[in-house]
């Protein structure tokens, strides 16, 4: 297994900072037996060991899947343009497909010490234990079965994709689909803790707030149209709140009270245990503010008959 190849594929529309960053940093991984395939809209100048692979203006999933179809790797490493892996990203992926039911793997994407301090707030509020199981996608911790490894640190067998492919329509979602189609064939799924790339987080609040909600979104849309992995309970807490805060006043107030009061208590407690005093208050507003927002598209993509890309 440590001389399998592995091909890294990443979508990007441009090349910026990000992608030049993400770039470099795979260069210099701990792994000898790799390919990189950058996947911009148009063509740019010549990477030393690199290929570039010009798409058009095309969704991530159909990128990925052009990226697919031009790799040499009997593995393939999928990460965001703006997200760059840890030095032993690779080799430590790789020691846990020795167990041949180990179809994909997938780890936490940590926010980089040079991100802002409103990305460091936006990263910290992700990883709050408040954000039920999407918050181990924000930080290390222990190796976990899973069925929803999110794309922008996901790592694959060749084999799988003579099989499936990536969602060309939904995104964001692509991810959750992919992982669908898994669980349909039986392949067994990890998040390995110690698979860790670094990605930038949107800065608090407008940009981080318009991720949460197309987040909502889209998971609220798939909970009716694919609930196998999509229709469950702490997905749909948000949007209960969200009505809560709308009709509770009116059916008891000394009940609305409490719960206003628990819940400020509690998510005021989920950033204080985050350890960054400095931006404590930022982040207790930034919990709040996201609960409020994906609740609230939740709704609306549950509500819809279609979403558009």
């Not at 991984?29 to 010549?46: C, S």
């Not at 609930?227 to 107030?253: A, H």
Request: a positive charge; one cysteine or more; charged letters at 25%.
């Amino acid at each position: 297994m440590k001389s399998s190849s592995v091909s890294i594929i990443v979508p990007c529309k441009k090349f910026d900072e990000y992608v030049d960053e993400c770039v470099k940093e795979c260069k210099k991984l701990d792994y000898k037996n790799f390919e990189i395939i950058l996947l911009p809209d148009v063509k740019i100048k010549k990477i030393n060991k690199v290929r570039i692979i010009p798409t058009g203006n095309v969704s991530p999933g159909k990128k990925r899947n052009i990226g697919v179809k031009h790799s040499k790797g009997e593995f393939y490493a999928f990460i965001d343009s703006d997200a760059y892996p840890k030095k032993n990203w690779l080799k430590n992926a790789i020691k846990y497909f020795s167990k041949p039911e180990v179809v994909a793997l997938g780890g936490p994407g940590v926010t980089p010490e040079n991100d802002s301090n409103m990305q460091k707030a936006g990263g910290l509020v992700m990883s709050s234990f408040l954000m039920a199981g999407m918050s181990t996608r924000y930080k290390t911790g222990k190796i976990n079965d899973s069925d929803d490894i999110h794309s922008c640190n996901f790592i694959a067998r060749k084999s799988l994709f003579k099989k499936i492919k990536w969602n060309e329509k939904y995104w964001p979602g692509e991810d959750t689909l992919l992982c669908l189609d898994i669980k349909k064939l039986g392949g067994k799924m990890l998040e390995a803790q110690d698979v860790v790339v670094y990605h930038h987080r949107r800065p608090l609040f407008r940009k981080h707030l318009a991720q949460v909600s197309k987040f909502g979104l889209h998971r609220g849309f798939f909970a009716k149209k694919f609930p196998e992995t999509s229709f469950r309970l702490t997905y749909f807490i948000p949007s209960f709140f969200v009505l809560f805060l709308l009709l509770g006043w009116v059916i008891n107030r000394y009940v609305y009270i409490s719960v206003i009061a628990f819940y400020l208590t509690l998510t005021l407690l989920s950033a204080f245990l985050l350890g960054n005093l400095k931006l404590l208050f930022l982040v207790w507003f930034g919990i709040i503010k996201t609960h409020i927002s994906y609740g609230v598209f939740f709704l609306i993509g549950f509500l819809r008959k279609e979403l558009k890309r």
